[in-house]
């Protein structure tokens, strides 16, 4: 290795064990993966750790409702999101479980310098139990009025909209998200790390001073500290009360009999250090020198902008004072829409990891995609599907590969497949030292993240190539005598071309680059050869095809298999017709109705007694529903795509209760539940009805 060599330790953000991977989440996990293959290209020692967030409510009610334990949840789950990056070719060096004995003492070893350093406080606070569920509510799930700016359906802890961070009782009109009733007010005592100690203000207006800082980043975390002498940050409660599936945390004498736990986010990026850890054990690395204060080595995190105050603030301050090195730098990136909207269910473009690689979509073409679009800022990206297809086809097959496929033949059936003794500028046109010339330029690119400029310059330099070969015309000089040397000259030069291309993609397509590897007959490529050339009489090997277009039918077919009706609460092909009409037309086609009519209409309360998967079913949830004094009914709804059963138990909703029952594959439904979403379908949510608190089971809506 060079003795030059960085050493470097990168993360990504751990994925919750309680869903599947999506092409949102995949933004973040292919940008990070480009940028350590290309670290790992250029000679650095980079490693690339992740792990599974398995802590917390949701997994705890989850695994509940599955008649499982949380272990065996997360066990699965962990198997199921491996597949998913493996598939995207995401590259993990380890990729762990925060519920670990290293990430469990790592929490404790911290919690407990931060202790001693009296930066921990235990005070009793009044927090939100839920009455139906009895049980105190995590800030994830009460719902309500953000108390800063407003917005609606906001979580406890953070706001979606304006990014402000408080308390969940400072929430308006709060609800909770797993019964729907109204919470209550007890008092517990909990824990709190002093993020508004005067040492972490000082310590993080220093940090985050530093120039390397992305500028929105920057610009956002001093919004958040305000000016010298502001206490804006306000103390962070890390513990959670029993029931709870995590790490309790330890008593006075280290007993673990607490009844408290770890809050999920004092774990979380803990995980980093427990998944290192691992692979430190595995591969006989040294932990010490990549985590004590005093280390040269650089830590970097790949993160979503939405958890940028967890990252840059209270992240920070706990490993400074817990005695531990801070990060080198946080890289947050943005969000991603699917043709200019947010992922959306009825529209089928909220597609799965596990989707797209069913239905047989080559996983390179979306990395391609990703990194032509990403520019190491934290703005949105959109994946336009039209231009997925236009740009991989044009860029993929159009321009690279085709430089390949326009050469390679003549080499074999005319030279046995040994390319010209003679190539860089020999015939004058300068290309090949200008590629040769352009890794300097790429390498910034590709290292800044700004991997869109990294794609445009790769480019521009194979339309130069295929602009040389196109004025060649090897196969007009294939038919003349005597041209021999000529036809071998150009076409050897095409595949030189090829060859530093190929290169220079190489973080991007790490499974085609393989393939070309292997039709050029070289060891793997590292970011140096790019100034060496192949050797005199070179043998290449056979070419194959090495990868095929997109079909616009396979897009299609990626999108009708993703779609999902938001209109199926009570699933009927007419209601599914009614639906599909655009706003427009139903506006035009509405007729009034009388009082008479809408009395036939028998709306009545209902708690949700139960909620459970049908088997088989891809949209179905199977509810049964208390009416109090009418007695229970079982509807299936068509609500699979916006719910986890288990978050809907014990809510209160509005069904009608004299719809026909109707004999469906899975058994009789007994009524329809109603919901609300866009008519144009240009939103991604399906929200059920809630009447307001006090309404009971039974009770007419009139």
């Known amino acids: 290795m060079n003795m030059s060599a960085r050493k470097i330790l990168v993360t990504s953000a751990l994925p919750y064990a309680n869903g599947a991977i999506h092409l949102g989440h995949l933004v973040e996990y292919i940008q990070t993966d480009i940028w350590v293959r290309f670290q790992k290209m250029r000679g650095n020692e980079c490693w690339y750790v992740c792990a599974d967030d398995t802590h917390g409510t949701p997994i705890m009610l989850r695994a509940e409702k599955e008649g499982i334990t949380p272990e065996a949840l997360i066990a699965r789950v962990h198997g199921e999101h491996s597949r998913d990056f493996t598939g995207f ?65 906001q979580y406890g802890d953070s706001c979606e909209v304006c990014g402000a961070a408080y308390a969940p009782t400072d929430l308006k009109d ?59 940050l306000t103390d962070w409660d890390i513990s959670r009360d029993a029931p709870y599936f995590g790490f309790e945390i330890p008593g006075e004498n280290g007993e673990r009999n607490t009844g408290k736990y770890f809050y999920v986010w004092l774990d979380a990026p803990i995980g980093y250090m427990g998944s290192f850890k691992n692979l430190c054990t595995k591969k006989g690395l040294d932990f010490d020198e990549y985590w004590q204060p005093d280390s ?7 993160i979503g902008k939405d958890i940028l105050y967890f990252h840059a ?5 706990e490993l400074k004072h817990a005695g531990y090195r801070t990060p080198t730098n946080v890289f947050a990136h943005g969000f991603l829409t699917v043709d200019g909207a947010k992922m959306s269910k009825s529209r089928g473009t909220f597609i799965t990891a596990e989707s797209y690689l069913t239905q047989g979509l080559n996983p390179e073409w979306l990395r391609y995609y990703f990194a032509a679009k990403l520019n190491g800022s934290m703005e949105d990206i959109d ?10 086809n044009s860029d993929l097959i159009g321009k690279y590969i085709n430089i390949a496929s326009r050469c390679a033949g003549f080499i074999a059936k005319r030279f046995g497949g040994k390319l010209s003794g003679k190539l860089a500028g020999s015939s004058g046109n300068g290309i090949i030292e200008e590629m040769v010339a352009a890794a300097t330029s790429i390498a910034q690119s590709y290292e800044a993240r700004d991997f869109g400029r990294a794609v445009r310059e790769i480019m521009a330099l194979a339309d130069k190539a295929n602009g040389y070969i196109a004025t060649a015309k090897p196969w007009e000089i294939a038919k003349q ?21 190929t290169l220079y993609l190489k973080p991007i397509l790490p499974k085609l680059v393989q393939r070309a590897e292997e039709f ?34 396979q897009i299609e077919a990626l999108v009708a298999a993703n779609r999902e009706s938001l209109v199926a609460v009570e699933p009927s092909p007419q209601r599914h017709a009614e639906h599909q009409q ?92 109603l919901a609300a979403s866009d008519p144009d379908n240009k939103t991604a949510g399906l929200f059920i009805l809630s009447p307001d608190a006090g309404a009971t089971p039974g009770m007419q809506v009139k």
Not at 586 to 611: C, G, P, W, Y
């Open 313 to 317: 603030l209270f992240w920070p301050a």
């Open 174 to 232: 709060p609800v909770s998200a797993v019964s729907g009733a109204r919470p209550e007010l007890k008092s517990s005592d909990h824990y709190f790390f002093k993020l508004s100690d005067p040492r972490c203000q000082q310590f993080l207006r220093e940090w985050t001073r530093q120039g390397s800082l992305q500028t929105e980043a920057a610009n956002k975390l001093h919004e958040w500290l305000g000016n010298e002498g502001d206490n804006k």
């Open 582 to 673: 655009n706003t427009e037309d139903k506006m035009q086609e509405t007729t009034h109705i009388s009082i008479d009519d809408f009395m036939k209409v028998d709306l009545r309360i209902a708690r949700i007694a139960n909620a459970e998967h049908v088997e088989g079913a891809e949209k179905l949830l199977k509810l049964t529903l208390d009416l109090g004094p009418l007695g229970t009914r079982q509807v299936f709804a068509g609500i699979k795509s916006a719910y986890d059963p288990a978050t809907l138990v014990g809510r209160m909703t509005v069904m009608v209760a004299n719809l026909a029952p109707r004999k469906m594959r899975f058994g009789m439904s007994e009524g329809m539940v």
């Open 383 to 392: 994946l336009n599907l039209d231009d997925f297809v236009a740009r991989v």
């Open 481 to 501: 005598a005597g041209k021999d040397a000529e036809l071998h000259q150009v076409c050897t030069e095409g595949l030189a071309m090829f060859r530093l291309l």
């Open 89 to 153: 070719h995401v590259a993990f060096d380890n990729y762990y479980t925060t519920h670990s004995d290293e990430t469990r003492f790592y929490s404790e070893d911290i919690y407990l310098k931060l202790k001693v350093a009296g930066l921990i406080e235990v005070r009793s606070i009044e927090q939100f139990y839920d009455p139906v569920k009895q049980m105190f509510l995590p800030d994830r799930f009460i719902k309500g009025e953000c108390p800063k700016c407003g917005a609606k359906d």
């Open 296 to 302: 040269t080595a650089e830590l970097y995190h790949f």
């Open 520 to 553: 050029l007959n070289v060891a793997p490529l590292h970011w140096g050869d790019s100034g060496f050339q192949l050797p005199h009489d070179h043998l290449i090997n056979p070419y194959e095809h090495l990868m095929a277009r997109i079909e616009p039918k």
